[in-house]
């Protein structure tokens, strides 16, 4: 399957990547001073991270992760993830972390929470999971390893490790599968102590469960899901032969654990907890990635025919993906017409079928489409998206611009709005904004020496805007000064390239 050759692409790019880490940074005495642009992490005699060293962690680490193609370029999965999570993290009112939720392209069961807040989930765990409440619980638990501070105080007990094992570590745990080989690959004799890092503590494992029931209960989900989902991940292993799923081995499971998962949620008052329909259609569109598109196509075909679905609209969703993954263009309208004389409204349907009118080459089509949904669902990211990029293949770079500045406003770090507006305004003829959008699309990306590059055109440009100029020269300023110490630190090839995307609902937007 795809997922499963990305996933090894994936992971030898992590093991390539912390490969320069280590070879870069070895070990470092006790004491010793970090080597920036890494957080200060502070002496070995401090108990834990501190909280702008986690967030300065987790922003290099995920900074790293796009630039080698780990993160699922997919606005549908993402948006869904982190629409999920944020209902979760605000049935604490206590925690004060920022977080990101994303999805990683791999089949592995697995999820995992980096410093700062940023929390990868498998979309094989995604599959995996047979309901809402499922996912959910497993959000849940990781956003407890956050807000607990559990990366921190195991750092604490890691420190002799050094900074390269740390980070050699977070990036293997990010190819979405075999950790335990990447670190072996990579650390030689801390072989063992890096894969210490990898397991959380027993007792970080049962805070994280108690934490992470309270608030899959608050938000409203099947407080029974946590105990579920341990119970059919410990019957898989014993299926597989030891061979535990992914998120097993990072999250070591044991009897005590299930059992008090099914205390908590024995005295629960019995409710049923339906799935979103956002649910049901993102694992939909997750299956119709899974082969090659004809495979993907003939499969959904036959569950449709069959009657093998949970639910018939997000069935239905997935053979139109697939249909238009497949370019079989006629046959995907004509599923989505069907959806929608059957009357079924959703923001992620409207965005597919924008998509075939796209393909289809039907650009006013399409920006009717866009423009009309995107007065419902103004905030839907695939919409936000596509439209601007519809915008650009018709011919109208000025509206593309436009529209793309607008949301910059509340999107400042948005690469692929800044990716939009510079192809907008080099079709417009100005070529100071389009060298600026550019470099911070770079950047967004994790690619500092593309970004710096950019930068550099746009402010000798002359006759452009000359605010734009003014926050060219200082985004310049800032990234030389990151590109100096990671030269310093012998990293640059971390941030060098950008590696190619993830098939995604996105990936077809183009010819």
């Known amino acids: 399957m795809f997922a499963q050759s990305h996933a090894t692409t994936v992971q030898r790019r992590a093991i390539a990547f912390a490969l320069c880490l280590c070879m870069a940074a070895p070990a470092l005495p006790q004491n010793a001073p970090l080597p920036a642009p890494l957080p200060d992490l502070g002496d070995a005699s401090e108990s834990t991270l501190s909280r702008a060293a986690e967030r300065a962690l987790g922003r290099e680490t995920m900074r790293s992760a796009r630039a080698q193609g780990a993160v699922l370029d997919d606005p549908e999965v993402n948006d869904y993830l982190q629409t999920l999570g944020q209902r979760l993290v605000a049935a604490d009112p206590t925690i004060n972390e920022k977080f990101e939720f994303f999805a990683v392209g791999a089949s592995e069961i697995n999820a995992f929470a980096l410093p700062g807040g940023h929390v990868g989930v498998n979309t094989g765990l995604i599959l995996a999971a047979q309901s809402e409440s499922e996912l959910a619980s497993v959000l849940a638990h990781e956003i407890s390893h956050v807000s607990q501070h559990h990366i921190a105080r195991q750092y604490a007990a890691q420190t002799r490790a050094g900074y390269a094992s740390l980070a050699a570590m977070l990036l293997a745990i990010i190819a979405g599968g075999r950790g335990d080989v990447a670190i072996a690959a990579i650390t030689g004799a801390n072989a063992a102590q890096a894969q210490a890092a990898i397991n959380y503590t027993r007792e970080h494992e049962h805070e994280a469960d108690r934490v992470g029931f309270t608030l899959l209960e608050r938000a409203g989900f099947d407080p029974r899901a946590m105990a579920s989902f341990f119970e059919r991940l410990q019957q898989q292993t014993r299926v ?69 679905y ?202």
């Open 240 to 308: 597989l032969d030891g061979n535990a799923p992914v998120w097993l081995r990072t999250h070591p499971l044991t009897q005590t654990r299930i059992a008090e998962a099914q205390d908590r949620a024995f005295d629960k008052t019995y409710r049923q907890v339906p799935d979103s329909q956002e649910f049901q259609m993102v694992r939909a569109l997750l299956r119709s990635y899974e082969g090659d598109a004809a495979q993907a196509v003939a499969r959904l075909a036959a569950e449709l025919k069959e009657g093998r």
């Open 310 to 511: 949970r639910d018939r609209t997000a069935a239905r969703y997935g053979h139109a993906a697939a249909l238009l993954r497949a370019k079989d263009l006629v046959r995907a309208k004509t599923e989505v017409d069907t959806l929608e004389r059957d009357g079924m409204r959703h923001p992620m349907i409207e965005a597919l079928a924008g998509l075939i009118l796209q393909q289809s080459r039907d650009y006013a089509g399409a920006i009717a489409r866009y423009e009309a949904a995107l007065k419902r669902y103004p905030d839907h990211l695939q919409l936000v998206y596509d439209y601007p990029r519809t915008l650009l293949l018709a011919g109208d770079p000025a509206r593309a611009v436009r529209f793309a500045e607008d949301r910059l406003l509340r999107r400042t770090d948005d690469g692929d709005l800044h990716q939009m507006a510079a192809e907008g305004y080099a079709a417009l003829g100005q070529p100071m904004q389009s060298h600026y959008h550019q470099g911070e699309y770079y950047a967004a990306q994790g690619n500092t020496k593309g970004a710096i590059e950019q930068l550099e055109l746009a402010t000798r440009m002359r006759g452009g805007d000359y605010r734009v100029m003014l926050i060219a020269e200082s985004r310049l300023r800032e990234l030389r000064e990151q590109q100096r110490e990671i030269l310093k630190t012998g990293r640059a090839s971390a941030s060098a390239a950008i590696s190619a995307r993830s098939p995604s609902l996105r990936a077809f937007t183009r010819d």
